[in-house]
């Protein structure tokens, strides 16, 4: 039996293993990934003792840090339902089952899915979350950008210098995002905007090669090769049944990182904490451990 | 024991750059192909793993999509 179950390694979840490492507690990590959404992130400047560094130079700086304190993470590995029972906290993962006195929900936020058939299928088969990894797979394409914030217009701009055609679409009756980044997209020729239009289905055979919108209740088919989603986050909390959430199913926490369940804690972008930054992350996952440990030490 | 490691990748994708980092620490040499800068690759790596994402890599003739730290190290035999 651990002390603590720490649940993710992105900055909360990191800087919680640490300051658990330095209080000399029992404690396991488990995490799709290190890094988290920090490793996606382009230039960071506002990460103090770092005037300029990118998102994977900061992970790797974490890593390095881990490492100094020999923690293990059971990378790769995702949770699928963490409960109380007679005051130990069960954790069963896609691989084992865990228990332990407490608990650190640090599981940060995923790429917000559209809910369609044919989504989960043509996963990496032609639809992708992240244009940046890999925009570049898909030159001289046809394809489609589903969104209308920043994220999405992004994703558009990066396609222009690649695809050969792309539709962004749009469920709101306009663009969002910044008005300079819509002038951007909207002026090249090789970009069609679709408002008003939501997504029905993903299509294909091995591989992507259609979308279905409907558009004032006229559905049509397009044909593309490339599905770009970017329609925002959604926080990875399905797993913790118990603890209350708020409406967008973030986790809910009070200043002292405690969610409704005794010695289970949450810290960073997977609670109701407004401040969405890597700094204010890792400032959370800190206080999440030293309240477990101080839990801990009330148990006794 | 010398294994031919090729890395798929993009000059974009933090995965990639992880996978990467993880093999020159453990001093394996690879190829390393972006994707972004090689159409024919590109269609190659698609054919080789059946999907779309970076990074994929091939040690010996195993397909291993994603940046998975486990599964590297049992191909290599770390």
Same mark, same amino acid.
């Given at each position: ?36 959404? *920090? ?65 650190? +929900? ?62 962004? +679409? ?60 970017? +329609? ?49 992350? *890792? ?13 801990? *030490?009330?148990?006794? | ?5 090729m890395?798929y ?35 190659e790596m698609v054919q080789k793993s059946g999907q779309?994402?970076?990074p994929v890599l091939d040690v010996n003739g195993e397909v291993i999509v994603g940046?998975d730290?486990?599964r590297i190290?049992?191909a290599?035999?770390?």
């Amino acid at each position: 039996m651990f002390d603590l179950i720490i649940i993710g390694a992105g900055p909360a979840g990191i800087a919680a293993s640490i300051y658990a490492a330095r209080k000399k507690m029992n404690f396991l990590v488990i995490a799709k990934n290190i890094g988290g959404q *920090a490793a996606w992130s382009g230039d960071i400047e506002n990460y103090i003792g770092y005037q300029f560094i990118t998102g994977p130079e900061l992970v790797e700086k974490f890593e390095e840090h881990m490492l100094k304190y020999g923690i293990q993470t059971k990378e790769n590995e995702e949770v699928m339902e963490l409960r109380k029972k007679n005051d130990k906290i069960w954790v069963k993962s896609d691989r084992e089952v865990y228990e332990g006195k407490t608990a650190i +929900i640090a599981s940060g936020k995923r790429s917000r899915e559209l809910g369609v058939p044919g989504e989960t299928e043509f996963k990496n088969r032609g639809l992708t979350y992240c244009a940046t990894c890999d925009a570049p797979l898909f030159a001289e394409k046809d394809v489609a950008v589903i969104g209308g914030g920043n994220s999405a217009l992004d994703a558009a701009l990066q396609l222009i210098q690649i695809a050969k055609h792309i539709h962004v +679409i749009n469920i709101t009756s306009a663009l969002g995002g910044d008005e300079i980044m819509r002038e951007k997209v909207a002026k090249s020729e090789k970009v069609s905007i679709l408002n008003s239009t939501r997504v029905t289905a993903v299509i294909g055979d091995s591989m992507v090669t259609g979308i279905k919108i409907k558009r004032e209740d006229k559905e049509e088919t397009l044909p593309v090769e490339g599905i770009f989603v970017e +329609i925002g986050l959604s926080p990875n909390s399905e797993f913790a049944k118990e603890v209350e959430k708020n409406e967008l199913g973030e986790i809910k926490v009070n200043c002292q990182t405690e969610t409704s369940v005794p010695g289970i804690f949450a810290a960073g972008d997977v609670t109701n904490v407004l401040e969405k930054q890597i700094i204010v992350a *890792a400032g959370e996952g800190a206080k999440a451990a030293l309240m477990a440990f101080r839990y801990l *030490a009330q148990q006794k | 024991m010398n294994k031919k490691v090729m890395v798929y990748s993009t000059p974009t994708c933090p995965f990639c750059t992880m996978a990467k980092r993880f093999l020159k620490e453990n001093n394996i040499d690879f190829e390393d192909i972006d994707v972004s800068a090689d159409q024919t690759k590109a269609r190659e790596m698609v054919q080789k793993s059946g999907q779309m994402a970076v990074p994929v890599l091939d040690v010996n003739g195993e397909v291993i999509v994603g940046f998975d730290r486990e599964r590297i190290k049992k191909a290599l035999g770390l």
